[in-house]
């Protein structure tokens, strides 16, 4: 079974800077996909970047970029300027391709960007 | 466009109870699922749909029962509801279930069970 540890319960940052939050997982599957989403306090979940394991390219998307280290099974989260709308609650997923149909979500770190 | 809807956005429910969190989509996705969300937890996948008449069960089946009869529909039902049913339930849908589609999820349903 596949597994998503993301060691930072909560962290804060800066409005202006830059913070990584931490997310490691285990599987022993070849082809899947990881994602890092964005729960507001409003509470809908929303997608910030996704990942295909097979690409050795880091996924960026604006201020959000990835940090992907296959052999280590780490997958961070950059996000860079950091902004108060970024204030969120931050989970890295997990998803086989191919049969899996589910997302597996680690605990959570909840982000807290201060002016 | 109104996507992912969910209704009630809260529930007080007594121990015994039963009820049933409605989901709709309106942007015809085949794959609709039901995640629980507790706290100091990640979501947690409860039961999904790959298509109208289909249904499978997730991680955390026990205590809930769903059905699709329409596209657009996929309702959660409680049979009777326990404490530890009380939880953040969320209800996401995707072309496909494939991790290529982007999975859309709804506002959420706080249910609190006494």
């Known amino acids: 079974a596949q597994t998503v540890t993301q060691s930072q319960p909560e962290m804060s940052v800066q409005e202006a800077e830059t913070v990584t939050l931490s997310c490691t997982y285990d599987?022993?599957?070849?082809?899947?996909?990881l994602f890092w989403y964005k729960q507001p306090p409003s509470r809908q979940m929303i997608l910030v970047i996704r990942?295909?394991?097979?690409?050795?390219q880091n996924a960026t998307e604006n201020r959000f970029s990835v940090n992907f280290q296959k052999a280590a099974k780490s997958f961070s989260l950059k996000i860079s300027d950091s902004q108060l709308g970024d204030t969120a609650m931050y989970f890295c997923a997990f998803m086989m391709q191919g049969g899996s149909e589910k997302l597996v979500f680690g605990k959570g770190t909840k982000l807290t960007v201060n002016p | 466009n109104a996507g992912v809807t969910q209704t009630p956005k809260f529930q007080v429910l007594k121990t015994g109870q039963s009820m049933t969190l409605q989901c709709a989509q309106d942007?015809?996705?085949?794959?609709m699922s039901w995640y629980r969300q507790d706290p100091g937890m990640g979501l947690r996948l409860i039961h999904y749909s790959v298509g109208a008449g289909i249904t499978d069960q997730g991680e955390v089946p026990n205590g809930y029962n769903v059905s699709r009869s329409t596209t657009e529909d996929f309702p959660l039902r409680l049979l009777s509801a326990a404490p530890s049913q009380t939880s953040v339930y969320f209800c996401?849908?995707?072309?496909?279930?494939?991790?290529?589609?982007?999975?859309?999820f709804g506002p959420g349903t706080r249910l609190l069970v006494l």
């Open positions: 942007m015809n996705h085949e794959y």
């Open positions: 996401a849908s995707s072309y496909t279930p494939t991790p290529q589609e982007t999975q859309y």
């Open positions: 599987t022993s599957e070849n082809n899947y996909y």
């Open positions: 990942q295909e394991a097979y690409k050795q």
